[in-house]
């Protein structure tokens, strides 16, 4: 294995890391809830009474970000090195798993992991487990 040092950003993803700890620290002390994004859209699906503002101000959230990141520094090349069709299944394997896990690698990894909850170790492995085998099957054994 070899890492490309050019593209390799420690700061710019301990930046990133540390932001994201904070967010989930914060959102657990001033909501009581887990940071978890497929339980936040999942209660969007199924919402409850006086429960949907947040999540929706959560979700616009995520998708402002970026755009004003946009705004901000100028556009840049977005580069997908799949096509659609895997894109789209592998979105769906997300999705299934993350029901099947019930939390997703942002609720179990990093906020589950920081409480210390068995359940979300084992989750977290078998997220990681399972993109270690996928990333060596497409980049190695399929290639």
């Excluded at 755009?67 to 100028?74: I, N, P, R, V």
């Amino acid at each position: 294995m070899q890492i490309d040092w050019l593209h390799f950003t420690p700061w710019a993803s301990l930046a990133g890391g540390i932001l994201l700890g904070l967010a989930s620290a914060l959102f657990i002390l001033v909501n009581g809830r887990i940071l978890g994004i497929s339980g936040i859209l999942g209660g969007l699906l199924s919402p409850k009474a006086g429960d949907v503002a947040w999540r929706v101000a959560f979700v616009l959230g995520l998708l402002a970000a970026p755009m004003l990141y946009a705004g901000l520094s100028g556009p840049w090349e977005v580069r997908i090195d799949a096509g659609w069709g895997t894109v789209v299944v592998a979105g769906l394997l997300v999705g299934i798993g993350t029901r099947y896990a019930s939390g997703c690698t942002s609720g179990h990894g990093v906020c589950g992991l920081s409480r210390l909850s068995p359940r979300s170790l084992v989750a977290t492995m078998s997220f990681m487990g399972a993109g270690f085998v996928s990333v060596y099957l497409v980049r190695h054994a399929w290639a």
